[in-house]
């Protein structure tokens, strides 16, 4: 079946610690997202990205990070620089060339603090 | 920075009894999505509006797009406990390959 994998569904971080959440697409999407949903909120736009070795920052970027080395891929670095990460964190894929794609979501990773 | 407004943030209904949230932009948008988000789940794509003033139906769901692309809406008439779920509509600015997420409306059903 197509869609988008994440991993892993649970994810615990120490303090200081850098933790990288997985997300695979197989759906031959160009695009990319990670978006940051706290309980009671909306999704807030982390990075994109368009294209393969090319993304952009969101609205909430600082104390994150990304790669896009294949079309596939498109991991996610919380970084110790982000104090509060606690979060559900949602990968989603739609494709390009036509701006009224639909996103296609993952099943998310919750982070929590040890 | 853009920002797009929902309301309400939660609502209460009896089944059989209608629901309805709104959106609205501060900036005009080249089109909108609903999505539907399940309890413990993903968000959902329902539909998109393009077109202003465009109303699109879905069964019991009826969508409207503001003359002005800066608001819409999500009707359900006769809501059952199926509807549970939290609605986000998500707006795109035009030139940017980029959607801006409302916060949400969180529906609950008593049946």
């Known amino acids: 079946d197509g869609g988008i994998t994440q991993s892993p569904k649970y994810l615990f971080r120490k303090e200081g610690q850098n933790v990288t959440l997985s997300c695979e697409q197989n759906?031959?999407?160009?695009?990319m997202y990670w978006y940051r949903q706290d309980p009671g909120q909306g999704l807030r736009l982390i990075y994109y990205?368009?294209?393969?070795?090319?993304?952009q920052k969101g609205d909430i970027a600082e104390g994150y990070s990304v790669s896009r080395e294949k079309k596939e891929s498109f991991p996610l670095t919380v970084t110790s620089a982000q104090k509060n990460p606690t979060a559900f964190y949602l990968c989603a894929s739609s494709r390009m060339g036509d701006s009224n794609q639909p996103q296609h979501f993952g099943d998310g990773t919750r982070l929590s603090i040890l | 920075g853009q920002q797009v407004m929902q309301i309400p943030q939660y609502q209460h209904v009896q089944e059989g009894e209608d629901f309805t949230t709104y959106c609205n932009s501060s900036?005009?948008?080249?089109?909108i999505q609903w999505y539907k988000q399940r309890p413990g789940g993903h968000p959902v794509f329902l539909i998109q509006l393009v077109k202003s003033g465009e109303v699109k139906k879905q069964k019991r769901l009826t969508f409207q797009f503001g003359e002005a692309k800066k608001n819409s809406s999500l009707h359900i008439t006769a809501t059952q406990t199926t509807d549970v779920g939290t609605y986000f509509c998500?707006?795109?600015?035009?030139?940017?390959?980029?959607?801006?997420f409302g916060s949400g409306t969180k529906l609950n059903v008593k049946p």
């Open positions: 998500a707006g795109r600015v035009y030139n940017f390959n980029k959607f801006y």
């Open positions: 900036t005009t948008l080249s089109n």
């Open positions: 990205s368009q294209i393969v070795n090319d993304f």
């Open positions: 759906l031959n999407h160009d695009a």
